[in-house]
């Protein structure tokens, strides 16, 4: 079976420019992660969608973020007039109901870089 | 507040040897604990959990845990560390306040030495 898949895997940008990244949950997982991942915060939860429905969206940091799940399938991840401080691997991960009793599947994660 | 605390940001075995991590959290009753592994450029994936039941709990790749309520610990080891277990781990509980979000440690980086 194919795992969650995210794209791209690497992306370097330039300060001020838009970033979408993208994930595919695994099929029939109706629970869907978007983590960051750096350094010095460690691992933060982003946003939680369940059924396609934004369920927690308290740790987006700030407007310049947006997450959409348009359907079952997919998820992206935005990121507007990006800075720096941006740069972090920004991971999906996808599970069945009920979390967090049910294994969360991690996709590679996407590098972002922001020059 | 929870918290997690993994005691060692790395820690370095020889290939052989007994790998042990520790984890350490905080909680007013008992939790459901977690560990991951992420390996270079890779995702996390799960070791292991405890919920309820047996405190010894026995996960993938030889890695087993207990749970010590007294202790509020939950430490990670294996019998004989191979050069493939060379990941960084992260330990996580369960907020009491959520049904779906975990509270992650800083994570420990495990070296292994031919």
């Known amino acids: 079976d194919a795992g969650v898949i995210q794209s791209p895997r690497h992306e370097v940008t330039e300060m001020g420019q838009e970033v979408t990244l993208r994930c595919k949950p695994i099929?029939?997982?109706?629970?869907l992660f978007w983590y960051r991942q750096t350094m010095m915060r460690g691992l933060e939860l982003l946003i939680y969608?369940?059924?396609?429905?934004?369920?927690?969206d308290s740790g987006m940091p700030e407007d310049r973020f947006s997450a959409k799940m348009p359907n079952a399938s997919f998820s992206t991840l935005k990121i507007q007039r990006t800075q720096q401080e941006d740069s972090a691997v920004y991971l999906c991960?996808?599970?069945?109901?009920?979390?967090?009793?049910?294994?969360?599947?991690f996709g590679p994660g996407t590098r972002l870089l922001v020059l | 507040a929870q918290s997690v605390t993994q005691l060692g940001s790395h820690v370095s075995v020889s290939e052989g040897a007994l790998v042990l991590l520790r984890c350490n959290y905080s909680s007013s009753v008992p939790p459901y604990l977690f560990w991951y592994v992420q390996y270079p450029n890779q995702g996390l994936q799960l070791l292991l959990k405890?919920?309820?039941?047996a405190t010894l709990v026995k996960g993938i790749n030889g890695f087993e845990a207990e749970f010590k309520k007294s202790e509020t610990s939950f430490h990670l080891t294996k019998p004989s560390a191979h050069m493939s277990d060379a990941a960084e781990y992260f330990c996580a509980v369960r907020r009491l306040d959520s049904n779906y979000q975990l509270i992650w440690g800083a994570g420990t980086k495990l070296i292994i030495k031919p």
């Open positions: 405890y919920t309820t039941g």
């Open positions: 991960a996808s599970s069945l109901d009920p979390v967090p009793l049910e294994t969360q599947y």
């Open positions: 969608f369940n059924n396609n429905v934004p369920i927690d």
């Open positions: 099929s029939g997982h109706n629970s």
